[in-house]
Antibody, heavy 120, light 106 residues
Framework: QITLKESGPALVKPTQTLTLTCSFS??????????VGWIRQPPGKALEWLAL???????RYSPSLQSRVTIIKDTSENHVVLTMTDMEPDDTATYYC????????????WGQGTLVTVSS | DIQMTQSPSSLSASVGDRVSITCRSG??????LNWYQQRPGKAPRLLIY???SLQSGVPSRFSGRGSGTDFTLTISSLQPEDFATYYC?????????FGQGTRVEV
């Protein structure tokens, strides 16, 4: 059974750095062809992809956020961590992590999401 | 960025209706087109990957087709649990991009 779960603060202040952890089970991020990604969704709005980390440690970032976002993996602990610097109110969103398959580039399993509010 | 444009943005339908949602990409994306369903307050769920492949566990009333820049998700007979928002997503280019969503409501 494949599961993913996001964890992190529910509230951050403007200019602070957000750190989110995706804990997963049922697969290994050492398996060829797999990746884990982060996607966010502001309240009432569409999905926005943020970052991907592949089994071989290759990383891809959304160009619009690349200067603020870092993704790393800990394969021994089955964790992927996303950090986002200089948080602002427009970053308020539900943040999801999801497993990614390189075949068609699909996100086939998703976490439940975690709502992060940016407010002073 | 490859822009993904869905139409309509919302539609009203009834149980048993055949419903189609269109997704147009800003450039050709091969078969790197996926569809997701999102119910209120829930995470997205993969329905269709690679334009037309049905994800395991997804009912066969869902189907996808298309090529080049034009793609379609069809629900052959709408069920009560299908009232949700649907998103297309491309993985041909970086960044991965989603459509703006199509809300299917009563």
């Amino acid at each position: 059974q494949i599961t993913l779960k996001e964890s992190g603060p529910a509230l951050v202040k403007p200019t602070q750095t957000l750190t989110l952890t995706c804990s997963f089970s049922g697969f290994s991020l050492t398996t060829s062809g797999l990746a884990v990604g982060w996607i966010r969704q502001p309240p009432g709005k569409a999905l926005e992809w943020l970052a991907l980390i592949y089994w071989d440690d290759d990383r891809r970032y959304s160009p619009s956020l690349q200067s603020r976002v870092t993704i790393i993996k800990d394969t021994s602990e089955n964790h992927v961590v996303l950090t986002m610097t200089d948080m602002e109110p427009d970053d308020t969103a539900t943040y999801y992590c999801a497993r990614y398959l390189i075949g068609a580039g699909q996100f086939d399993f998703w976490g439940q999401g975690t709502l992060v509010t940016v407010s002073s | 960025d490859i822009q993904m444009t869905q139409s309509p943005s919302s539609l009203s339908a009834s149980v048993g209706d055949r419903v189609s949602i269109t997704c147009r990409s800003g450039q050709a994306i091969g078969t790197y087109l996926n569809w997701y369903q999102q119910r209120p307050g829930k995470a997205p769920r993969l329905l269709i990957y690679g334009v037309a492949s049905l994800q395991s566990g997804v009912p066969s009333r869902f189907s996808g087709r298309g090529s080049g820049t034009d793609f379609t998700l069809t629900i052959s007979s709408l069920q009560p649990e299908d009232f949700a928002t649907y998103y297309c997503q491309q993985s041909y280019g970086n960044p991965r991009t989603f459509g703006q969503g199509t809300r299917v409501e009563v």
